[in-house]
């Protein structure tokens, strides 16, 4: 079926123009076809942004085993509403991700059910890696440097060497120094209060965590990415890249700082955590020179009967995914980023930076995944409109400005009108990590 998208406004890789896209077999045939060319279906973007689809490297859709929170077809519904065309999910669920078996069953079932593009980690664990050696059909390796949820942790140092040393799929962590946090808990008594969780998981286990995991980058020259950054400190850190190293933050760690436990208490719990406003400043500051690449949403939902728990019984986690391309464009509205900085964040170093083949661009032979974005439209975020099976937002109240307006997943319709349709099936993403990642892009090159 041809789709001819006339009219809109599109972030191409290196221009933004008024011009007409054409799609047919699901892929992007034409970025300046003609007003009159023959489609099956025309869509009328006059006032419109067309941008690539979103990719988000970062979510938790918890299944198989915590489904009650969310699964794999109310995840990807959400994130076709949130304008994410292509997702990949982390390993920590029940079963865990740690064979081949595992990442296949996953991917069976991301088959039958999302309506997005879908990959997924294989996660590392002490013993298991002859299974990362042999690995395929993989975005990468997942490592917890410190505890989160689920049981995956790697903080044996011998572990690690053999990890970093023994295989070749890019390698991503989380850095939270474990044996800090626990420490500071013991000093705190286990904690009281929701804002004890950023005195717990505070600076300095971040930062002892990221330094150890760079050190390991770095002495075995293996590619390595750093998931959700919170404290200025690394930032300074991951200045020195030795074309190695990228990384990423997400919006609630750009939004949100320890001011405001006392007006959302455990909905800002997050691992790791929320820091301060100085640290807000200093992330945004990474972004916008290019020390952090990217930006995803590390969407971990819980029910809200779980987060109002008491601490610490209370789970770390939030919902963004259907929030998070919104939230950058209100930052265009108001000044502070470019819209072509958004999509290189969100859509073109993500793939890059993942070796996800055909998609990040608006370029002709690029997979149809796209997203019309309205940069006029305000719109208040409501906890009874939220897709995700959690149905709640630490955004709730929160008028944006610019919002997804129309989703295209292999050029087919998978949002519009405020409606999902539930019908359309994403693909598995097709990682070419031979490409080797981001540094040796022409994107970087050109930073």
Not at 187 to 202: F, M, N, Q, T, V
Not at 304 to 311: I, M, N, V
Not at 401 to 421: E, I, L, N, S
């Amino acid at each position: 079926m041809k789709t001819l998208i006339r009219s809109a406004t599109c972030v191409l890789p290196h221009d933004t123009l008024r011009t007409n896209v054409l799609m047919d077999g699901g892929k992007i045939v034409s970025i300046d076809a003609a007003n009159h060319t023959p489609a099956d279906e025309v869509i009328d973007a006059q006032g419109l942004h067309l941008l690539p689809g979103v990719i988000d490297d970062q979510v938790h859709f918890r299944e198989p085993g915590l489904t009650h929170k969310e699964d794999l077809h109310t995840g990807s519904v959400a994130c076709a509403k949130g304008g994410i065309t292509t997702f990949l999910e982390m390993p920590n669920t029940n079963p865990l991700t740690i064979s081949q078996q595992r990442l296949d069953e996953k991917l069976a079932l991301a088959a039958s059910k999302c309506v997005v593009n879908y990959g997924f980690y294989i996660g590392a664990t002490c013993t298991n890696v002859d299974d990362l050696r042999t690995a395929q059909r993989t975005a990468g390796i997942k490592i917890f440097l410190g505890s989160s949820t689920g049981d995956l942790l790697v903080d044996d140092q011998s572990a690690l060497e053999r990890i970093f040393a023994e295989t070749t799929l890019p390698i991503c962590a989380h850095c939270e120094d474990e044996s800090t946090f626990r420490a500071n808990r013991d000093r705190l008594g286990g904690g009281h209060e929701y804002a004890d969780h950023s005195k717990i998981r505070d600076h300095q286990a971040a930062i002892i965590a990221t330094k150890r995991a760079l050190d390991l980058a770095f002495r075995h020259h293996h590619r390595f990415h750093v998931l959700h950054v919170t404290t200025a400190a690394e930032v300074d850190l991951l200045r020195d890249h030795r074309g190695l190293i990228t990384s990423e933050v997400c919006p609630h760690h750009l939004f949100f700082s320890v001011d405001d436990y006392h007006r959302l208490g455990s909905l800002l719990q997050m691992n790791p955590s929320i820091k301060t406003k100085e640290d807000n400043q200093r992330l945004w500051q990474g972004l916008l020179e290019g020390t952090i690449q990217i930006i995803a949403t590390d969407h971990a939902p819980h029910t809200l009967e779980e987060k109002s728990l008491p601490y610490p019984a209370s789970p770390s986690g939030l919902p963004a995914v259907e929030n998070s391309l919104a939230l950058l464009l209100d930052q265009v509205h108001h000044g502070r980023a470019t819209l072509e900085q958004v999509v290189a964040w969100m859509c073109t170093r993500p793939a890059l930076i993942w070796d996800i083949v055909d998609k990040g661009k608006i370029e002709v032979g690029y997979d149809a995944d796209l997203v019309l974005v309205d940069l006029n439209k305000s719109q208040t975020i409501r906890n009874e409109e939220q897709l995700t099976k959690s149905k709640w937002s630490p955004w709730h109240g929160t008028t944006l400005t610019g919002w997804p307006v129309q989703t295209f997943v292999g050029g087919k319709t998978a949002f519009v009108h405020g409606r999902v349709d539930e019908n359309v099936r994403g693909k598995e993403a097709i990682f070419d990590h031979a490409r080797g990642g981001y540094w040796k892009s022409s994107d970087a090159r050109n930073a």
